[in-house]
């Protein structure tokens, strides 16, 4: 089921649900009951299973062979449902530490009838949340996670923050609403599954994944509306275990906050790189004061339009914030915490460490991107100051020096306007260079100026490479200024040109021995270079290179070099293997894209294949 299938079916089951709700709802769970059976007739299966094998044993009536048989499918049975998912991360905290978090938690639990939670973890992220990780898989068993993110404590007040968790904790309520919270977490069971089944890739998940690629996609599909009505409810339980107003205070702010944080905090975080070798700030010991003294009103007025204006979806079960506010009869509140008095205050003993503990984690994980930003931002001056100086000295630049000038006068010499007169005059030299076309465009709608609609739309043509980008700005343009029809076709085509890479990039990862290959077709020259470097690797042998045919972008070649390693008396070792492929990787000077593979061992195939083609061997 693509996208537009599942929106098409989403939009239909919607106005089922709200025409018959208790109907519809009955359909779900009969949905749900469905899969339920499925797995309770797996488990059944392997009972059978295991009960077949033992008699097997005790009678000693059939031969060996049979038992061996049996015993292999019950093994890739088992192992195909034996889904590991690993618990969430995150630092704990416990009563002792913070006996005011965990007073509000007992208090809420108690109100609603919510399970216990066996841990509360605090992360780093804007969020929170309730996960239930099972002990056994598939098979469930449930161990309850409260996880809690510090910058969002640091963003609200108690009475807020308790809001947020109230809504969490409706999820999990017993009673009224039971039934709609456990077809809930069903849906979240079995996208999880599904997801975790496709990334391990399991051999036996052949028993289970063609009934999970028919039942999950529909589930969610079935029960789509009902998540989404159960994050109303969860929205009506905050109202009712607070109050309306600390709900639409705790709804803005994580609209306004998130998006201060991400588009101004952590930017301007991160430039400080341009300046300093190493990172030395604190990130998260200093978050709550930024957050209360960098929201001004500007910003934040087109923060709440931006939020305001986006429209619920079936991209999501969770409704647009206009939405939301308006169910619990309230309009857009922002009142955050003043500085010091934030919600992170109920961590108690425990907020020093975990703020020390993140910030110290943030600095040794930023470490490595600050220092190649810091060497690179460095290098960037001192290439634009060379440019510079010979632009002034009158000497001519070639196109791509004066490209390099405009762009690292806007990033580096911090002059956009400067950088945009250097694009003008770019552009009236070469009129039909796609990148020149890109940068004009993109820097003359930053600046409210439409005439770059075109330039962007030309820079596509020339280069359909830039599609993606270009779909992307348009899309954004078009949205900013409220022409929503526009910005959903741009938006329409950005999404077929992500699903054409997406399908590009997965026929180029792999080569089955199926596929055709015809010659390479370049110049001798090339392949003498590449024949040059592979004969100074030790241990590789033999080499073939050739192009792969391929469906998407069939103007971009993809190429293949097949390799074989030598050794002591020519003997396939894995150890060898690895060591010349990344020697391959770092010497050897390969044209575009090139799939690389050792035509041994498990690929004896494509050795063979390889062999008989006309033209194929380079070494």
């Not at 009902?226 to 905050?238: G, H, P, V």
């Not at 590449?530 to 391929?550: C, D, E, N, S």
């Amino acid at each position: 089921m693509n996208d537009d299938e599942f929106n098409a079916l989403v939009a239909r089951l919607e106005t089922q649900a709200r025409k018959t709700p208790r109907r519809y709802q009955f359909r779900v769970l009969l949905l749900a009951l469905l899969g339920n059976a499925y797995l309770a007739a797996i488990l059944l299966l392997i009972a059978l299973l295991i009960a077949s094998l033992a008699s097997i044993m005790v009678l000693k009536a059939l031969a060996i062979k049979l038992i061996v048989v049996v015993g292999f499918f019950l093994w890739m049975l088992v192992k195909a449902l034996w889904i590991r998912m690993p618990p969430p991360d995150g630092m704990p905290v416990s009563v002792v530490q913070a006996p005011k978090l965990f007073a509000m938690i007992a208090e809420l639990r108690r109100q609603l009838g919510a399970p216990p939670f066996h841990v509360v973890l605090v992360t780093d992220e804007f969020n929170a949340g309730v996960v239930q990780a099972p002990r056994l898989g598939i098979f469930g068993w449930h161990r309850n996670y409260l996880l809690i993110g510090l910058p969002l404590m640091k963003s609200l007040t108690a009475e807020q923050f308790k809001a947020v968790l109230a809504h969490e904790f409706g999820h999990l309520a017993k009673g009224h609403g039971r039934l709609s919270n456990w077809l809930y977490r069903q849906r979240l069971r079995w996208s999880r599954l599904l997801a975790t089944l496709d990334a391990n890739r399991s051999k036996g998940g052949f028993l289970v994944k063609p009934f999970l690629n028919w039942f999950a996609p529909y589930f969610n599909a079935y029960s789509f509306p009902l998540a989404r009505a159960n994050e109303y409810e969860a929205d009506a339980t905050s109202v009712r275990l607070t109050s309306s107003r600390a709900a639409a205070e705790a709804l803005t702010s994580v609209s306004i906050v998130g998006s201060y944080l991400n588009e101004r905090f952590w930017p301007q975080l991160h430039k400080q790189a341009d300046e300093m070798p190493h990172p030395g700030f604190a990130p998260y010991s200093s978050m709550g004061h930024h957050v209360v003294t960098g929201l001004d009103g500007v910003s934040t007025k087109a923060w709440l339009e931006q939020a305001l204006a986006c429209r619920t979806t079936s991209e999501d079960t969770h409704p647009a914030l206009a939405d939301r506010l308006a169910a619990i009869r309230e309009t857009p509140r922002l009142s955050p915490p003043p500085s010091g008095w934030g919600a992170d205050r109920l961590l108690g003993d425990a907020l020093g460490p975990i703020t020390t503990a993140f910030d110290q984690r943030w600095q040794e994980s930023v470490l490595p991107s600050w220092e190649a930003r810091h060497r690179v931002v460095q290098e960037d001056r001192r290439r634009l100051a060379e440019l510079d100086a010979r632009f002034e000295q009158g000497n001519e630049l070639s196109l791509q020096e004066a490209y390099v000038r405009a762009r690292l006068t806007e990033s580096s010499g911090n002059d956009p306007q400067a950088a945009l007169d250097q694009f003008r005059s770019l552009h009236q030299r070469a009129p039909a260079d796609a990148a020149v076309c890109f940068g004009l465009g993109e820097r003359l709608l930053a600046g409210g100026d439409e005439t770059g609609f075109a330039l962007i739309e030309q820079a596509m043509v020339l280069d359909e490479d830039l599609t993606f980008s270009g779909c992307e700005i348009l899309r954004d343009h078009c949205w900013c200024r409220g022409q929503k029809e526009q910005a959903h076709e741009w938006h329409h085509r950005l999404v077929q040109r992500t699903r054409l890479q997406e399908a590009a990039a997965e026929e180029r990862s792999q080569l089955l021995i199926k596929e055709k290959l015809d010659r390479h077709g370049l110049p001798e020259a090339v392949i003498a270079t590449m024949r040059t470097q592979l004969q100074a690797i030790p241990g590789v042998r033999k080499a073939y290179f050739l192009k792969k045919r391929v469906v998407h972008f069939p103007h971009r070649p993809c190429y293949v070099l097949g390799f074989t390693n030598g050794g002591a008396f020519r003997l396939y070792n894995k150890r060898r293997v690895s060591e010349a492929l990344a020697e391959i990787k770092n010497t050897v000077q390969l044209p575009g894209e090139t799939l690389i593979l050792n035509v041994e061992g498990k690929n004896y195939r494509f050795g063979r294949k390889f062999f008989w083609m006309r033209g194929a061997r380079i070494l």
